[in-house]
Every structure is written in C-alpha cells, then in structure tokens.
C-alpha cells in the first residue's frame, strides 16, 4: 500500500497560527469537511484556492508547501 504524500502544510500553518481548520473554511467560504480533507493531504486544493489561503492567513504562497 502506497503511503500519501505530505504535499502542503495548512495543518501546519494553521497549528503555528493557532486557527482551525473550521475557521479557515469561514474564511474561505468552503465546507468544513474539505478543508479537513486539505489538511490531512487527501486531497490538494486548486492553485487559486491555495492563493486565497496564502492572503487569508497573511504567509507566502510557498510557506504552504513542504520542500
């Protein structure tokens, strides 16, 4: 079984911000569930969604990634 790569770090960024995944999603005007499912890496959110979310949480689009 394959292991899911850890491609952003919102879980992260959020945590060191000490925000929610659930006030993200206020702020993005998304379903709580997805969000959830950005920050555990099921799924990625489109490059202009990431975008948003650089300016909502005031870092660089890059701080969003891992290396």
């Known amino acids: 079984m394959s292991e899911?790569?850890?491609i952003n770090r919102l879980?992260?960024?959020l945590a060191e911000?000490?925000?929610s995944s659930k006030w993200?999603?206020?702020q993005l005007e998304k379903n709580e569930t997805t969000v959830s499912r950005w920050c555990?890496?099921?799924v990625q959110p489109?490059?202009?969604t990431f975008l948003k979310?650089?300016?909502v949480?005031?870092?660089r689009l890059t701080n969003l990634f891992n290396d």
Do not use: F, R, Y
Request: proline share 4%; hydrophobic share 45%; aromatic share 0%.
């Open 17 to 19: 911000k000490k925000l």
């Open 24 to 26: 993200l999603a206020e």
């Open 57 to 59: 949480l005031d870092v």
């Open 4 to 6: 899911k790569a850890n």
């Open 46 to 48: 489109p490059i202009k």
């Open 53 to 55: 979310i650089a300016d």
């Open 11 to 13: 879980k992260v960024v």
């Open 40 to 42: 555990t890496n099921d």
